[in-house]
């Protein structure tokens, strides 16, 4: 399996641009994690589904985020617009639900984002 | 809600040492816990996890941890580093009702530096 695809792995924008982060979980996986890793507040989860429904999207910081899952292969993380505090490396992730030999996520490379 | 405490944010290591990291967690219900490495520039990598049984785990590269329910710890060990194992090292909780898939709630990280 090729793991847990992110693209692109690095996004530089200017500030008030569309930023798009895609990811494709392992084939399989029916649950899909968005976390945001920065030096300041560490690894923070934005939003999960579980097979392709939002579940808990506490974690999103403002309405300029939103994610989607139109299908168990795909999501996508959004922020329109951005801002420079955006800036973070965003994780994917993925599992198998009601698996506990599975249990335990698979994260992506991960997209580093720069907002200028 | 579940939370993770990292006590140590940088720990040096003589390679060929022992090295102890340590994770406290706070809890109102059975947890299931877990340690990742990150290597630079990379996604998180699961080393172990406990979810129930024999409180002493073991793990990839020659790492092992030990559930402390008492105490609420879950400390990772390896008895010699080497200089590969220079990483940052997070602590996860999860709460154990939530079939394995819901967030993780991780640590604010230790990095792990491998002196010669």
């Known amino acids: 399996d090729a793991g847990v695809i992110q693209s692109p792995r690095h996004e530089v924008t200017e500030m008030g641009q569309e930023v798009t982060l895609r990811c494709k979980p392992i084939s399989g996986h029916n649950s899909l994690f968005w976390y945001r890793q920065t030096m300041m507040r560490g690894l923070e989860l934005l939003i999960y589904?579980?097979?392709?429904?939002?579940?808990?999207d506490s974690g999103m910081p403002e309405d300029r985020f939103s994610a989607k899952m139109p299908n168990a292969s795909f999501s996508t993380l959004k922020i329109q617009p951005s801002e420079p505090r955006d800036s973070a490396v965003y994780f994917c992730?993925?599992?198998?639900?009601?698996?506990?030999?599975?249990?335990?996520?698979?994260f992506g490379s991960g997209t580093r984002l720069t907002v200028v | 809600a579940q939370s993770v405490t990292q006590l140590d944010s940088q720990v040096p290591v003589f390679e060929e040492a022992p090295v102890e990291l340590r994770c406290n967690y706070s809890?109102?219900?059975?947890?299931?816990l877990f340690w990742y490495v990150q290597y630079p520039n990379q996604g998180l990598q699961l080393l172990l996890k406990y979810l129930s049984g024999s409180t002493l785990v073991k793990g990839i590269n020659g790492f092992e941890a030990e559930f402390n329910k008492s105490q609420t710890s879950f400390h990772l060990r390896k008895p010699s580093v080497h200089i590969s194992d220079t990483a940052e090292y997070f602590c996860?909780?999860?709460?154990?009702?939530?079939?394995?898939?819901?967030?993780?709630?991780f640590g604010k990280g230790t990095h792990l530096i491998i002196q010669p």
């Open positions: 589904f579980n097979n392709n429904v939002p579940i808990d």
């Open positions: 809890s109102s219900v059975s947890v299931y």
């Open positions: 992730a993925s599992s198998l639900r009601h698996s506990p030999a599975n249990y335990g996520y698979t």
């Open positions: 996860a909780v999860s709460a154990g009702s939530g079939g394995g898939a819901d967030g993780l709630t």
